[in-house]
């Protein structure tokens, strides 16, 4: 059944989430309860919203065209989203208790417990972009067919999935922008922003048509 409120609502959320990534990453937070708590708060809605968008895609597709491509594509982006939020809560955890941690110990000893910290959320992040390379894949190909959205789409979700994944597999376990090679994260985010606006106006569109007298 059609739920047009739904879809615009989900891609407003999916605007938002973004909106949450680009400030928790801007802004200055300040190395106090407050600002690690406000700091925890804006990340971690971050895939929090997006979690809706992804139900919000889900159901906008599965209602013209419902596939196992479209349910595996939800599934991994829950799953992503999950780890991504449990990337952050690690790393806000050790960034906020590490001076109290370290305290008394050497500088060498100090350096080379937060360096096998690091290693953790760096591990979390590789199996974040892993999981939502493969979501965007999965979702290229259950929108390809999909009216309102189709082949201009389906095709750089797929291709997008595709390069993060190859491109993480090439440096694991580091980042490939700390590599040499190309980060392709920026590109995702923007992508994801235009996706979620354009869920956000088929939806609108789709109300205004079913309470418009025929």
Request: glycine residues 10%; aromatic residues 8%.
């Amino acid at each position: 059944m059609p739920q047009p409120r739904l879809w615009a609502q989900s891609g407003i959320a999916g605007v938002l989430a973004v909106a949450c990534y680009i400030l928790a990453i801007a802004l200055p937070w300040p190395e106090t309860q407050l600002g690690t708590s406000s700091a925890l708060i804006v990340v971690g809605a971050w895939p929090i919203l997006s979690i809706v968008y992804s139900y919000g895609l889900y159901s906008y597709v599965a209602a013209e065209r419902e596939s196992a491509a479209n349910r595996l594509a939800f599934v991994f982006s829950v799953v992503a989203f999950t780890t991504v939020l449990a990337m952050i809560v690690v790393q806000l955890a050790v960034g906020a208790g590490i001076g109290e941690i370290t305290k008394g110990l050497d500088d060498q000893t100090s350096q080379a417990l937060r360096r096998g910290l690091r290693m953790i959320d760096l591990g979390l992040d590789v199996a974040w972009d892993m999981l939502i390379g493969t979501a965007l894949i999965f979702s290229g190909m259950a929108m390809h067919k999909r009216s309102g959205l189709g082949p201009g789409w389906a095709v750089p979700s797929a291709v997008l999935g595709t390069a993060l994944i190859v491109l993480n597999a090439a440096t694991f376990p580091w980042p490939p922008g700390d590599r040499g090679l190309f980060d392709i994260g920026p590109f995702i985010g923007l992508f994801v922003l235009a996706l979620a606006a354009r869920l956000g106006v088929l939806g609108a569109r789709a109300a205004r048509r079913l309470t418009t007298p025929a």
